[in-house]
């Protein structure tokens, strides 16, 4: 075979060519395949497993109602820089879950709450504090007179703390927009608690409370010492709080009358009036108690601050049958039945008049029975000699007896029985006096010439 057969013979022709270069390629392909493969393999080996960082949970809200049915509750699901928001919402049989990315660590939620529940929450807390307010009332009622101090009570509220009571008191089953703020008509124990445990929500939420007691100027110096005391040491208050109390001095108008103490004038007045109930007839007196101020002085200037800058005047009316023993008698009771100060400038006046005539018409049928059932009794204990019965008859008669003619009756009477009983003075006194308010009865005149 010649050299020219040689090189034919290699020489490949068009279909082998063609055949060849499918055969490069895929040889190629199957190194690449094999290459990659064992990359790939010893990639995976050298890549270790990265632990899972754990889900912290923490319940910003939850509220359940009618035994479990409808329930709401907000957590905040925290897995490393991650947070999420879970809001469950269970109403009857339907729920649903709500899922919330919070992108910003300073992330707020903002809860809109409908205008019923805030109007209910307001009221709540104003009654909170009108109640708080009649407390103290109540309190310094028990020392000074209503009419001679009024308290302001200002609650500052902690708006945040407020809105989660509101939203805690938010129902789940019921119509926010009918809510009846109205807790009379709570008859069981649950309710009465859900009212305490409201109450004890409020009070967490305060911020400070604020009393300020305006004090008359006729009360002294040591009431409102007392005063600024005796509120801080009520259980609402808290010094470390912020709760102040401020007392202040203004002339108080005159609510009831033109005296500047009516309350004290009633107290001293209701005292005068039980102490001649025991020895005078009702109709038979009058009582004026009268307070003023004490004009300014040198000698005032240098009183002590415990005393009162205030005096009274006490005018006594009384009807001229009643026995003038009774004068002497209560200008020395009067002093040790009420607080009263001559020193001061006190002053008892006894007044004698005669007290008009009261009509038929205005005395009881058991009043006129009663007189003339006593008039009997006296005569007959006249009659029969028990003279100490007939007067103890007679001074229950006097306290019955309205018209004028029936008490000098039974006046001449008891001179009579005490003249039998050998008490000659207090005979003498009686017939005195009777004559005193008839002159013209000649038997008394008589009884008094043979005494005397």
């Not at 109205?182 to 124990?189: G, I, P």
């Amino acid at each position: 075979m010649s050299s020219k057969d040689i090189l034919n013979v290699m020489k490949p022709n068009n279909n082998c060519r063609t055949s060849l270069s499918f055969l490069l390629i895929f040889i190629v392909g199957l190194l690449l395949l094999g290459g990659l493969g064992g990359c790939s393999t010893s990639t995976e080996d050298s890549i270790e497993p990265v632990e899972e960082l754990p889900v912290k949970k923490k319940v910003l809200f939850n509220q359940k109602t009618g035994g479990g049915k409808n329930h709401v509750s907000v957590i905040e699901e925290t897995q490393g820089n991650k947070r999420l928001l879970r809001i469950v919402l269970q109403r009857g049989d339907l729920q649903s879950n709500l899922i919330h990315p919070i992108d910003s660590p300073n992330f707020v939620i903002a809860v809109p709450l409908q205008d019923a529940t805030s109007k209910g929450l307001t009221l709540k807390t104003a009654a909170f504090e009108q109640s708080l307010k009649i407390d103290i009332d109540q309190l310094l009622a028990r020392y000074l007179s209503p009419e001679r101090f009024n308290v302001s009570v200002i609650i500052n509220w902690d708006k945040k703390l407020l809105q989660e009571v509101q939203l805690k008191n938010l129902p789940l089953d019921s119509d926010t927009s009918k809510d009846d703020t109205n807790v009379e008509n709570v008859d069981d124990d649950e309710g009465i608690s859900d009212k305490v445990k409201q109450n004890h929500e409020l009070k967490e939420a305060l911020k400070s409370v604020q009393v300020s007691v305006l004090l008359d100027n006729t009360l002294p110096e040591t009431q409102e010492i007392f005063v600024k005391k005796l509120i801080p040491a009520q259980e609402f208050f808290n010094a470390d709080r912020g709760d102040a109390v401020s007392v202040e001095r203004s002339s108080f108008p005159k609510p009831f009358s033109d005296s500047i103490a009516p309350y004290e004038e009633q107290i001293v007045r209701r005292k005068l009036t039980e102490l001649l109930l025991k020895y005078v007839s009702k109709t038979d007196f009058v009582v004026n108690v009268k307070f003023t101020l004490i004009e300014k002085t040198e000698e005032t200037e240098k009183t002590p601050p415990s005393a009162s800058n205030i005096k009274m005047a006490i005018n006594l009316l009384l009807d001229d049958t009643v026995m003038p023993s009774v004068d002497i008698f209560l200008k020395e009771a009067v002093p040790l039945a009420i607080n009263f100060d001559a020193k001061r400038g006190d002053v008892l006046k006894i007044i004698r008049k005669k007290f008009p005539e009261r009509s038929v018409d205005s005395i009881s049928p058991e009043q006129r029975t009663a007189l003339k059932d006593y008039r009997l009794k006296i005569l007959e204990a006249f009659q029969t000699g028990d003279y100490v019965s007939g007067l103890e008859w007679a001074e229950k008669g006097l306290k019955v007896a309205v018209k004028r003619a029936d008490k000098i009756f039974i006046l001449k009477m008891k001179g009579s029985l005490h003249f039998l009983l050998e008490e000659k003075e207090e005979a003498l006194e009686m017939w005195r006096h009777v004559q005193r308010l008839d002159p013209k009865d000649k038997e008394v005149s008589q009884m008094l010439n043979n005494l005397e």
